[in-house]
T-cell receptor, first 115, second 111 residues
Framework: DAGVTQSPTHLIKTRGQHVTLRCSPISGHKSVSWYQQVLGQGPQFIFQYYEKEERGRGNFPDRFSARQFPNYSSELNVNALLLGDSALYLC??????????????FGPGTRLTVL | GESVGLHLPTLSVQEGDNSIINCAYS??????FIWYKQESGKGPQFIID?????DKRQGQRVTVLLNKTVKHLSLQIAATQPGDSAVYFC??????????FGTGTRLLVSP
């Protein structure tokens, strides 16, 4: 079975632009979470979606938004990009029980560079 | 507050040795912890988890110990191999699958 997939793998944008990152969860998983990982640090929680509903939001500005589609795939959108948004963006999917203790499995990430 | 920290940023061991990676947490109400391994250019890979009603849990070559009294957990890797070289994160599940990660410990295994 395929794991969590993310696209694109790498992306270069300039300040002020907008970006959309995509994630496909493991087949059968209904929960998708997004994390930002700045170089040299641990991932920081951005959003969690379950059954197309937002269930959690981290301490990120409103420039960050996300949504989950009926097939449980997800998009992360970032508007008005800043240099500090340069990071590895990780998507994680978890099982269908909706429990907090479902194991989260991470994708390979999208490396975003903002110039 | 929400914080999961690590004692050492880098751990160097010889192949075949046992490795111990430590992690401290601040929230005594926390009840679920996970260890992830992240290799260069890849996403974090689940290793093992432990709930607060347990003190110890074992997997294949790995053991996680949880000491709730001092709010500390550790990951022990037996017979460390070069393929174990990576950054290891402990993470605390804060509910709704929100994970709070520490900054990580880099494990370097030399032959």
């Amino acid at each position: 079975d395929a794991g969590v997939t993310q696209s694109p793998t790498h992306l270069i944008k300039t300040r002020g632009q907008h970006v959309t990152l995509r994630c496909s969860p493991i087949s059968g998983h209904k929960s998708v979470s997004w994390y930002q990982q700045v170089l040299g640090q641990g991932p920081q929680f951005i959003f969690q979606y379950y059954e197309k509903e937002e269930r959690g939001r981290g301490n990120f500005p409103d420039r960050f938004s996300a949504r989950q589609f009926p097939n449980y795939s997800s998009e992360l959108n970032v508007n008005a990009l800043l240099l500090g948004d340069s990071a590895l963006y990780l998507c994680a999917s978890a099982g269908d029980s909706g429990l907090s203790t479902d194991t989260q499995y991470f994708g390979p990430g999208t490396r975003l560079t903002v110039l | 507050g929400e914080s999961v920290g690590l004692h050492l940023p880098t751990l160097s061991v010889q192949e075949g040795d046992n490795s111990i990676i430590n992690c401290a947490y601040s929230n005594s109400a926390s009840d679920y912890f996970i260890w992830y391994k992240q290799e260069s250019g890849k996403g974090p890979q689940f290793i093992i988890d432990i709930r607060s009603n347990m003190d110890k849990r074992q997997g294949q070559r790995v053991t996680v110990l949880l000491n709730k009294t001092v709010k500390h957990l550790s990951l022990q890797i037996a017979a460390t191999q070069p393929g174990d070289s990576a950054v290891y994160f402990c993470a605390e599940n804060k509910g709704f699958q929100k994970l709070v990660f520490g900054t990580g410990t880099r494990l370097l295994v030399s032959p």
